[in-house]
């Protein structure tokens, strides 16, 4: 009778946490929060206002994109056309020679494919490859790749264009790249599966305790769904880095991972297993993360079914991770499909205890 009287306590808490975190306007973005505690939306449940989608596939050519390999390796090797000539010509020696050889039962084949999509994306992330001759001949360009193009982009968005004019030239070959992964559904953030990427905050945080429901609906690959703090936000021109090198919580069950720059391992000893998650996935679960960026620190706690009293099931300690920059949310191959609702965060908690605990 106790633990249904708590219960009950935490229920009603939580219904007026959420009644006054309606009543809060979203403050202003792109900067840090101030000091002093204090909670607001991240999502309104009707727009991605406020957050930023950023798809690796945007600037970068994989094998997985191409349906058919060997007929794609093939026009190269022939150069029968102009774009084909040119993209021949940019190529490595070794790489180069090996097109017309080509055998996908080669012993050698997967070595061969990695060093021509290498030499591919050393193309795509360097000058502009238009020029109205080699564009012109029978390649219909499509209208945001025209558009880009009026833009005369630089950096990041110049090897967007790049990618966009090598799979127009390739129509037959290359299935054409999304630079959406995430949409607005039934109230939910949800990824479509496009492509590995993420969808991060428009504004930087420091010390927060971030709240939201989510739950993994299906993958083909199949991954766990993944939060990411601790997160660089790119500058300029520049390529974001691969899961903006931030800290990876993958919810509800706490696999892990570390993405900062050098790092790209599970991360060892700065992750601490308390609770060994054995949630449902596909279930909605309510999860808690309390992170400072002062002092490199992180834990997560899960509550499934929603409404229940949370367990904590990830701590994360290293000083040297700790950095200011969005949060984000991660879709980590494609295939993927996701869902987030009810997120609220927590500027400057008032106290470092897991609220959702009990």
Not at 38 to 43: E, M, P, Q, S
């Amino acid at each position: 009778m106790q633990f249904d009287k708590n219960l009950l306590s935490r229920r009603t808490f939580m219904e007026m946490a959420a009644g006054a975190v309606a009543s809060c306007s979203i403050i202003g973005i792109g900067h840090a929060e101030s000091r002093g505690a204090k909670t607001i939306r991240l999502f309104d449940g009707k727009s991605l206002k406020g957050w930023i989608q950023s798809e690796n596939s945007a600037s970068s050519l994989s094998s997985s994109q191409i349906p058919n390999l060997a007929a794609l390796i093939t026009k190269l090797a022939n150069g029968s056309d102009p774009v084909s000539v040119f993209l021949q010509a940019q190529l490595d020696a070794p790489v180069r020679a090996s097109l017309a050889s080509y055998s996908a039962s080669d012993p050698g084949a997967k070595t061969m494919v990695s060093a021509l999509f290498k030499n591919l994306n050393q193309i795509i992330s360097g000058p502009s490859i238009y020029d109205k001759a080699r564009f012109g001949n029978g390649v219909v360009l499509r209208p945001e790749t025209r558009k880009l193009l009026k833009e005369n982009p630089h950096g990041v968005q110049l090897a967007q264009l790049n990618k966009l004019l090598i799979e127009d030239a390739y129509a037959a070959e290359i299935t054409p790249s999304a630079f959406i992964g995430w949409t607005v559904r039934d109230g939910s953030m949800a990824s479509l599966g496009t492509g590995r990427g993420v969808i991060y905050t428009a504004r930087d945080f420091s010390r927060f305790r971030l709240i939201f429901t989510m739950r993994h609906v299906s993958g083909k690959p199949d991954h766990q769904a993944c939060v990411l703090i601790f997160c660089s936000r790119p500058q300029g021109d520049d390529k974001p880095l691969d899961a903006l090198g931030g800290i990876q919580f993958q919810v509800p069950n706490g696999g892990h991972w570390d993405y900062r720059p050098g790092k790209n391992t599970d991360g060892g000893s700065v992750f601490t297993t308390v609770t060994k998650g054995h949630f449902d996935v596909h279930e909605w679960s309510r999860v808690e993360i309390l992170a400072d960026a002062n002092v490199g620190t992180a834990r997560m706690a899960v509550a499934q079914p929603l409404g229940s009293r949370a367990i904590e099931v990830l701590d994360f300690k290293d000083s040297t991770a700790g950095k200011i920059g969005p949060i984000a949310w991660q879709m980590h191959n494609a295939g993927l499909f996701d869902e987030y609702k009810d997120v609220t965060i927590e500027l400057n908690p008032k106290n470092d205890d897991l609220i959702t605990l009990g």
